[in-house]
Nanobody
Framework: QVQLVESGGGLVQAGGSLTLSCKVS????????MGWFRQAPGKEREFVAA????????DYADSGRGRFSISRDNAKNTLLLQMNNLTPEDTAVYYC????????????????????WGQGTQVTVSS
């Protein structure tokens, strides 16, 4: 049974940085497309970033492009999200997710194609 556990969230001032981690157990992080999503209070869960199973494709929402970087540490079976120049609009609970293995398209933003989710980690950015 796959398990995803996020960590690294916290309180940071605007302009600061955080690195989120998602430890995967039960499956390899490199065998599946992986993504980060976030959900702010009163809003729907939205796509943040994704990396393909091969590691050669990444995708970012416009809100994070140029500031966020998704990567994997295959040796640690961990997904990472480096976030720089944070703003209060980035305040949300951040979730990592693993896409269904049989989904092979390159559109990574549909959360319904992800079957495994972590419990989330809170990121709060103060102004």
């Amino acid at each position: 049974q796959v398990q995803l556990v996020e960590s690294g969230g916290g309180l940071v001032q605007a302009g600061g940085s955080l690195t989120l981690s998602c430890k995967v157990s039960g499956r390899t992080v490199s065998g599946y497309d992986m993504g980060w999503f976030r959900q702010a209070p009163g809003k729907e869960r939205e796509f943040v970033a994704a990396i393909s199973r091969s590691g050669d494709r990444t995708d970012y929402a416009d809100s994070g492009r140029g500031r966020f970087s998704i990567s994997r540490d295959n040796a640690k079976n961990t997904l990472l999200l480096q976030m720089n120049n944070l703003t209060p609009e980035d305040t949300a609970v951040y979730y990592c997710a693993q896409r269904n293995w049989y989904v092979t398209g390159t559109y990574y933003r549909d959360r319904d194609t992800y079957s495994a989710w972590g419990q989330g980690t809170q990121v709060t950015v103060s102004s």
